[in-house]
């Protein structure tokens, strides 16, 4: 099997998680944007902790060269998109790009407030974002759809060899029967093709991450320049970049069509535990449900 071709078939089966991570993040951010614009007027939104914790963040980084800020960008979010690999049971990645919505539409309120209540300066650092956004968030989305399918088949795996296990009181491989046993062998199959796509986006998505680091650097400034000069251009740039997301992620790779699949599976299965019928992605859910109310605490 061709690369070009195995890549698109990790992404078609990844497709599900990650138009998962794109909805839920730019859902946040829209959210972020529109509750500091609205609730807020600007000298009160600049007395915020999250607004003065993000001018002293770009102060820091407008002190750099060039070159020392391109290298801050790859050290801090390749590091990042390696803690997320690391933490796959976790689904840190998750959570992490949630918060990063969030943190943008902070930010975005933060250049409205500043420029006092000017739409213009919000919509040119908005658009101006995903000049570099749409290689590095884009990656980051694409790392973070992988390490939650991993996670969720990592604890749905265990939840079924709990289920094996616990029937009259087996354990290990020895207790099993042969059906059982060749049930875990298929299971092992199904492994090695996780991994596989799991290695092939994560590398995918940390590839997009160090090419946005430059442009990031070089090109976003002056283009929040001219976006500023020109709003409608700015416009025009956010809804393109909304429309790629749309074609490539949600439709190419089929990722409305999964989506409405696995909400379908997830509905009939919190019906399943509601029941108290066991199936071994409840515990996929619960982990995932235990891990938020965590991240919740961290974040917020």
């Known amino acids: 099997m061709g ?9 078609r089966r990844n497709s599900s998680a990650i138009s998962f991570v794109i909805l839920v993040s730019f859902l946040v951010m829209l959210f972020s944007v529109g509750y500091f614009i609205l609730a807020y007027n ?12 993000y001018e002293n963040s770009v102060g820091e980084v407008v002190a750099m060269d060039e070159l020392d800020r391109t290298t801050h960008y790859w050290s801090h979010n390749l590091r990042l998109a390696g ?32 420029w006092g209540a000017d739409a213009n300066a919000a919509l040119a ?18 790392i973070a759809g992988a390490t939650i399918r991993a996670a969720w088949n990592f604890w749905k795996g265990a939840g079924h060899m709990a289920f094996i296990g616990g029937k009259n009181e087996k354990m290990w491989s020895w207790g099993l029967s042969r059906r059982e046993r060749k049930e875990l062998r298929k299971y092992g199959g199904k492994v090695e093709g996780f991994l596989a796509d799991f290695v092939i986006l994560v590398g995918f998505g940390a590839f ?24 409608p251009l700015a416009v025009a ?14 439709l190419l790779f089929g990722g409305l069509q999964t989506l409405r699949r696995d909400f379908w599976l997830m509905r009939r299965n919190i019906g ?29």
């Open 3 to 11: 690369i070009a071709r195995r890549t698109f078939g990790a992404f």
């Open 42 to 53: 600007s000298s009160e939104f600049l007395r915020e902790p999250e607004a003065q914790e």
């Open 83 to 114: 803690l997320y690999v690391v933490m796959t049971p976790s689904y840190l990645s998750f959570h992490s790009s949630v918060f990063n919505g969030y943190s943008v539409g902070v930010a975005t309120s933060y250049w409205y407030h500043v």
């Open 125 to 142: 650092f908005l658009a101006g974002i995903f000049v570099h956004g749409v290689l590095e968030l884009t990656g980051a989305f694409i």
């Open 208 to 231: 997009l991450i160090f090419l946005a680091g430059p442009i990031e650097v070089y090109v976003s400034p002056s283009m929040m320049a001219v976006f500023y000069t020109y709003p």
């Open 237 to 250: 740039f956010l809804v393109a970049i909304a429309l790629i997301y749309i074609s490539v992620f949600f």
């Open 272 to 300: 399943d535990a509601f029941k108290l019928r066991w199936r071994s992605t409840h515990l996929s859910l619960l982990m995932f449900v235990a891990f938020s109310i965590i991240a919740a605490t961290i974040f917020l």
